[in-house]
């Protein structure tokens, strides 16, 4: 099941306050500024800075 537009277009990046965008095939919602990915379980975005997942650096390792 997708996550609503209408909730998408409300939530932003605890981090850092930036856009988000959902990724239906991985099932987390992507920073946009930042790339922080935050997972969404039973359809329900986790939006924690504590759980969410660094993005990879250059060298294929996460920050």
């Known amino acids: 099941?997708?996550?609503a537009s209408e909730l998408l277009e409300i939530l932003a990046c605890p981090d850092?306050?930036?856009k988000v965008e959902?990724?239906?095939a991985k099932e987390v919602i992507?920073?946009?500024?930042?790339?922080?990915r935050y997972?969404?379980?039973d359809d329900i975005p986790v939006m924690l800075?504590?759980?969410a997942e660094r993005p990879a650096?250059?060298?294929g390792k996460s920050d």
């Open 1 to 3: 099941m997708a996550i």
């Open 16 to 18: 850092c306050k930036g």
């Open 22 to 24: 959902y990724d239906e």
């Open 30 to 36: 992507v920073c946009v500024e930042c790339g922080l």
């Open 39 to 41: 997972p969404v379980r």
């Open 49 to 51: 800075v504590e759980e």
């Open 57 to 59: 650096s250059k060298d």
